[in-house]
């Protein structure tokens, strides 16, 4: 009951269904109890944590090693090498309500090629937790100083953000007194679409029943369906399968099918760890988190069936598939990550090579370091092409200024993502959108140019050709001394 400030009282009145009233909405849901994890062998230099968690951890890392082993086998018969993509230990999990650190710390220790990510909004618990990490010697846990909160959640399941793994300790915090019940079922849905296993730390059905009791009135209302017992016979047949029947009412977010597996503890014989197995998932995403902020327009929808995750771009059905699983700078950035850290991962970044497209939403945070994951531009870095910068944009200014004296410098192509490409050649006739980013700039004559020079001579060419460059000049010069010598005369 440590975890219950008298939560039953919400969490039973939304969730008490009979038989009858439940709603499958087209899934397929099981839920089985299984027998308890035996521990491994102790494990050398490892960090004390309780009781409970080392259980937890030691469920987690079941899931997690067949995950691996499959990942590995599905290599293979794709014929990729070893070593080659992601595996060896290679996996991604996002933790709610990491409190002092300990499970995180833990399995990033028995995991250090993993990408760990906690969201804890206590500033003292993410201070101790970065405690931990460094006298634990782990590097590849990353922790946000922002809480799991309805509106967090939310905004992550809009995002293309998707994990192998997750944790939550804490699915009470999304039950509040003021929220209605399709908004409590709409932040559990979100987080439940956030990764493909999640696994749920929570009180036992038989915890649930014993708490019940407790509650007298003026709420006696809300325990009708059920009849109260002592502590000592409570009746624990009817709490077997809470959770299933709490998962079952919650909004499917295109989840077609969810597989329950109930795994109790020996150690805490008052937790339970529920995991939710996500096998067909999408989920319509903007192009980064909160991508509103900084003009951002582009959807996706993200996939997840058959083992293989992706998305597909909206505008053109292209696909990009999830082969390297973490979490972007900017997300992170988003999430409130302390100073410290923020430090670290900017030293990592300047030690980046130079991409064309190095946006945060393009820097992905992977086994405790920063690497560039936009495949468009990730074969060829510009290091060389940098020392030239100063001498290439000087000459597009005065370029640019010379064009203004011959008076043939119009006003700037709007839109563009870099300054001087675009100069001097917008036009309200051109009315098409150069979407290549090596011919960026939509030119009068019709074409997409890689500049604005390029878009000036390939205009003139055409004046030219058509009679209206030199030979219009001519023709006025002519005009021009015809009238003179009429006015001599």
Sequence with gaps: LSSA???PVRFIDLYRMGEKDRKREGRTVSFVDTTPFVANEERSEEIEVPDEVKALCEVVERAVVKGLKNKERKQREKGVKEGTAEGKGHFSMLEHGSGWGYTSTLLGQWFPNATLVSLEGNSQKVDSHYELLEEAGVNNVIVGTSSSTPSTLQNLAASPEFFEYQISHHIFDLISSRASKAEIQQGIAHMLSLAIKTFLDVPSGMSISIASTLIKDPLPSLFKW????????HPKQNFQNFWARFLEELP??????????????????????????MEVLERKVNHHYKSELDGHKRKYNL???????????????????????GITLITLMRLSIPKMMTEKLYDQFLALPLYEDSAPWNIQYHAGVLRYVDKDSMD????????????????????ERTIKDFGRCSKHVPGMAAPYVGHCVGSAQVDFECPDQDFPVPCVDGQCHENYMSCLKSVRK?????????ERVRMSTKQTQQTIEVTNL
């Design 462 to 470: 055409q004046e030219n050709f058509e009679g209206t460059g030199m």
């Design 5 to 7: 400030s008298f939560f």
């Design 380 to 399: 060829n870095t510009l290091d060389k092409d940098a020392s030239n910068l100063y001498q290439v944009i000087l000459a597009f200014m005065n370029y």
């Design 226 to 233: 059920t009849d109260t017992y002592l502590p000592s016979v």
């Design 252 to 277: 499917a977010l295109g989840a077609k099918k969810v597989n329950l597996l109930s795994s109790s503890s020996r150690f805490v014989l008052n937790r339970e760890v529920v995991m939710i197995s």
């Design 303 to 325: 996939h997840y069936k058959n083992s293989e995750s992706y998305l597909t771009r909206e505008e053109d059905g292209s696909k990009i598939i999830y082969d390297n699983f």
